[in-house]
């Protein structure tokens, strides 16, 4: 069985690769080369000194690179009420509002502890009439009204079940709408994730790297996100690969 990656030319977090070249990856039979079973970890990141951790950690490549697919992507989009689904500190929506004047933003996390740093980040930016912050879990929104588009980086794993990532995608934004995810991939062995780890967060504290080893084991692999997508009616997303560990799903929600 093959599926086809459209592997982006320049990759944002250090690995290149020819310039935007569909490649097959052979997936596989699971007999063939055990994967790692997925391991949850804690849902929520609502420990302060976690969360405060995680707001601290330069991601300012990765959710740069974030933003700025969401701009290649949807060209079009340059108004509107954008959802941001895990919002965490609420980098990315400050982001993105910042990368469209005419946007606002509201974040969604169920972290309390994250949603305060978010609100500090949101303050100090002056943006609190663009973005917004609501502390509920993604499986309970009700918005006074859908939204333009959606946006969500690395929250699918932290859920046991991610169908309900996929249907809070279609609850919350009105019929067209584009969303953009990004997440982890699984690896194929706990000492793969640690090399990975070790690799790329090797100058963290040793709270990030335990969070980043613990979000590997969580994810999912391209083919089950894959699969997730066509039991959830987007299975015209286009999937991408942009490096080692990572996936982009990418499409309109239907009419
Ligand atoms: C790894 S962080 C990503 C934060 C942000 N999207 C970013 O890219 O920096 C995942 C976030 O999802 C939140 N989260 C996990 N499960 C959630 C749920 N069911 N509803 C809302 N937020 C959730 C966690 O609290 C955490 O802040």
């Avoid at 086809?4 to 690769?17: D, I, M, N």
Wanted: one cysteine or more.
């Amino acid at each position: 069985m093959e599926r086809q990656f459209c592997l982006e030319g320049k990759t944002p977090f250090g690995v290149r690769l020819p310039a935007r070249s569909l490649i097959s990856l052979a997936v596989p039979h699971p007999l063939d080369n055990p994967t790692m079973d997925r391991v949850l970890e804690p849902e929520l990141m609502d420990d302060q000194e976690q969360a405060q951790a995680y707001a601290r950690a330069d991601f300012s490549e990765e959710n740069q690179y974030f933003i700025d697919e969401f701009c290649r992507r949807f060209p079009d989009f340059l108004s509107g009420h954008v959802v941001d689904l895990g919002c965490g500190p609420a980098d990315i929506p400050i982001r993105l509002v910042r990368a469209r004047p005419d946007c606002t933003v509201t974040g969604i996390d169920a972290s309390l502890p994250m949603i305060q740093l978010g609100e500090a980040a949101i303050a100090v930016a002056q943006l609190h009439n663009r973005v917004q912050l609501r502390c509920e879990p993604i499986q309970q929104i009700c918005l006074p009204e859908p939204a333009g588009a959606v946006i969500s980086n690395s929250l699918l794993h932290h859920l046991p079940d991610p169908m309900d990532f996929w249907t809070a995608i279609k609850q919350v934004a009105k019929p067209a709408a584009p969303v953009l995810i990004m997440d982890l991939i699984r690896p194929e062995s706990t000492t793969a994730a640690q090399t990975i780890v070790d690799q790329y967060a090797h100058h963290t504290p040793d709270i990030l790297r335990r969070d980043f080893y613990n979000s590997l084991l969580a994810a999912f692999t391209l083919e089950e996100m894959s699969v997730q997508l066509a039991a959830s009616g987007l299975g015209h997303f286009v999937v991408t690969q942009p490096d080692d560990r990572h996936w982009i799903a990418a499409g309109h929600l239907a009419e």
